[in-house]
């Protein structure tokens, strides 16, 4: 038996440490892998992306795949999640994502396996094929209603994606106002902090325009994407629904990390609509209260900004 050491991991509260062992894997979860995908691994090699969960890269004799695995109670919740939310942007023939290989639960510890798909410094040519392949999922792929079929999950945050037909009622309701508890509820912002709901539906439905409920990444950060060796451009880790295209464009600019040719690309045809700026401000404004709700104080600041100057 190989000795078992602790990998810390820099995580979020409620994230876990894991027990691996020295070789980065426990043999009897490695054992039930190569079980139930039919193949000896040769070689496991923890690698990053794995905030969350614990990452790996699994080598067979044909393959590499790249494995995330998580014994926290709704790990497979999650897991599946984003099975079904990588499997709705491959069904869109718009824009890549890895295969889903595998969604099990091994040992008491939730397992999502993929095709590994070997990142590249992108070049200005390839952003902008991905700005251009992300605005065809946009304009392409079109759901009935504002939502998803489950709900899921942001970050390892549950994310309620109940339909509405209105978009503005969604966002308040699905978006903002479940962040918005979680933080008064966590000591993270105090009631005379939080506008009232009739504000909110008073100032989205001002500033958001009619829209259909297109299938969005969810959480478009620039952690969330990459370009393979050949230069095709992928999404992952995927917090889909159906909802304003601008969400996703929302996100981008949040943190950085895409540059003016992935916005060139996306708005090749010119489809920008008036507002944007402001709208920007209030679609950033949920994930800033994810990330007030999962990292603390530093994101106050910003929250309360946006809220003071829409609300």
Excluded at 137 to 145: R, V
Excluded at 167 to 184: D, G, H, I
Excluded at 284 to 292: A, D, G, N, R, S
Aim: net charge negative; proline share 5%.
């Amino acid at each position: 038996m190989k000795k078992s050491i602790e990998l810390p991991i820099k995580t979020a509260p409620g994230k876990v440490n894991w027990i691996v062992n020295e070789y980065g894997m426990d043999d009897a979860i490695k054992d039930d892998v190569e079980r139930l995908l039919n193949t000896t691994i040769k070689d496991v090699r923890p690698v990053s992306g794995g905030d969350i969960s614990m990452a790996f890269l699994l080598e067979t004799g044909t393959q590499h795949l790249f494995c995330k695995l998580n014994p926290a109670d709704n790990a497979h919740n999650m897991f599946m999640a984003e099975k079904k939310g990588l499997e709705a942007i491959v069904k869109t023939k718009s824009i890549a994502a890895p295969k889903v290989v595998l969604c099990e639960v091994i040992e008491k510890n939730a397992i999502l396996i993929l095709e590994y798909i070997e990142p590249k410094m992108a070049s200005s040519k390839e952003m902008r094929r991905f700005g251009k392949q992300l605005a065809a999922m946009h304009t392409k792929a079109f759901g009935d209603n504002f939502g998803w079929e489950h709900d899921n999950f942001i970050g390892n945050l549950p994310q309620s994606n109940i339909n509405y037909t209105d978009w503005s009622e969604f966002y308040v309701a699905e978006r903002l106002l479940p962040q918005l508890k979680l933080a008064k509820n966590g000591g993270r912002l105090r009631s005379n902090e939080i506008p009232s709901e009739d504000q909110m539906l008073k100032t989205c439905r001002n500033l958001f325009p009619e829209v259909k409920p297109s299938l969005l990444h969810g959480d478009l950060w620039s952690g969330n994407y990459l370009i393979s060796q050949n230069g095709t451009p992928y999404l992952i880790d995927p917090a889909t629904y159906y909802g304003h295209h601008e969400v996703d464009i929302a996100m981008t600019r949040l943190f950085g990390g895409f540059g003016q040719s992935f916005y060139d690309g996306y708005y090749a045809d010119g489809s920008k609509v008036g507002g944007e700026a402001e709208r920007n401000d209030i679609y950033q404004l949920y994930y800033l209260l994810v990330h007030l709700n999962l990292f603390g104080a530093s994101y106050k600041a910003p929250v309360t900004d946006i809220l003071n100057r829409y609300f």
